[in-house]
Every structure is written in C-alpha cells, then in structure tokens.
T-cell receptor, first 112, second 111 residues
C-alpha cells in the first residue's frame, strides 16, 4: 500500500547549523506534500507545504524541495534555533479524497 | 488550535467500557479525521469523514466507530476499550485544498 518513509528518526544539531529531513513516498499520484511541527503536548501544526507543480518553496528559514521523478521531498531549516526543537512530520496526499499519509516523524534537537 | 477543539483532553477508563471522544470545529470544513499517535508509529488514520453522515475507514479502524451528524462534530467511539487502545488521539479537519488543522489531542489510558 501507500507509504511515506522519513529519515532520520532523530537529529541533533548545534544552534546556527542547518537541519535537513528527507521523505520518500510510494504513490506517484500524490500531489500535495505538507510538513508539520509538533511541540511537546500539542497537536501538529502545518509549517510549510508544496504542491507537485512546484520544485521548491521557501518561507524565511524554512524551505521544502520536491523531486517528483525520484518521489522524494525534503525539509531544510537554516540557522536553527533552540525553539526549532520539536518532532517534524512529513506527509503525502493519497487517493481521490486527498487524505494524508504521514511519515513516522523526526525528533529534532537544537543544542544552544 | 483555534477553530478545532477536542474533549476530553485526558481520560482514564477501564478495559471493556465504552468511550466516546469528541471533536468540534468551527471552520465549516468538509473533511474531518481521527488519528492515533503512538511511539514509533507516527500518526495513523483511524476513520475519516468527507461530509455529514459520510465516513470511511482508515488503516487502523478495528475496534473503533465514528459518527458525524453535523458538519462541526465528529465523534470517535471505542465500543469496548482495550489496553492496546491506550494512545494519544488527534482530530483534524480540512477544507478541500488546504492542509489539515489539528486539535490538541486526547490522551486516553485504558487500565
């Protein structure tokens, strides 16, 4: 069935460094790829998304890239700050209803 | 999150008892979802709704049922709770072309 693989499961970086999280998906019909940030004790929050007709999208320190041929997409966070520490989930749309299937998450720790 | 609330936030229940979790949204979103979150498994879809009285199963639907009698409310029922249903449950909603908005979650413990 449809699947989204996310790597790494944990990532530790020094404040100011960049962080990259990668995901691959299996359904070639997927056309919407959001990223969510989940802080402790809270629900996931949408931080950035990209559609299949776009290769890259930026929002301040966050960027997402998409390679439809290879079926993978990545989240890039530059100049990381301690408040970036959280669990990040990628997702891909599946089926005609546009439901999302999620990766298993990456726990990012930014050390001051 | 503004616009979507879950109740209760925490619940402890005994094995074999029925449990209902409530999700309420004020965004007039057509789609609503119930996910469970467990360590090592990420977010797994239980059931979803694509309109009033229109629901369908997700990947982990066994032991769960849902109902949606109004656009704003989506109920998740565990008919007879088991310890394997101890989890954090998240509700989400979305409009046709946008990403999900999640609630703050319900932590359910079955003892």
């Amino acid at each position: 069935g449809e699947n989204v693989e996310q790597h790494p499961s944990t990532l530790s970086v020094q404040e100011g460094d960049s962080a990259v999280i990668k995901c691959t998906y299996s359904d070639s019909a997927s056309n919407y790829f959001p990223w969510y940030k989940q802080e402790l004790g809270k629900g996931p929050q949408l931080i950035i998304d990209i559609r299949s007709n776009v290769g890259e999208k930026k929002d301040q320190r966050i960027a997402v890239t998409l390679n439809k041929t290879a079926k993978h997409f990545s989240l890039h966070i530059t100049e990381t700050q301690p408040e970036d520490s959280a669990v990040y989930f990628c997702a891909a749309s599946i089926g005609s209803q546009g439901n999302l299937i999620f990766g298993k998450g990456t726990k990012l720790s930014v050390k001051p | 999150d503004a616009g979507i609330t879950q109740s209760p936030r925490h619940k402890v229940t005994e094995t074999g008892t029925p449990v209902t979790l409530r999700c309420h949204q004020t965004e007039n979103h057509r789609y609503m979802y119930w996910y469970r979150q467990d360590p090592g498994h990420g977010l797994r879809l239980i059931h979803y709704s694509y309109g009033v009285k229109d629901t369908d199963k997700g990947e982990v639907s066994d032991g769960y049922s849902v109902s949606r009698s109004k656009t704003e409310d989506f109920l998740l029922t565990l008919e007879s709770a088991t310890s394997s249903q101890t989890s954090v449950y998240f509700c989400a909603s979305r409009d046709r072309d946008y990403g999900y908005t999640f609630g703050s979650g319900t932590r359910l413990t079955v003892v």
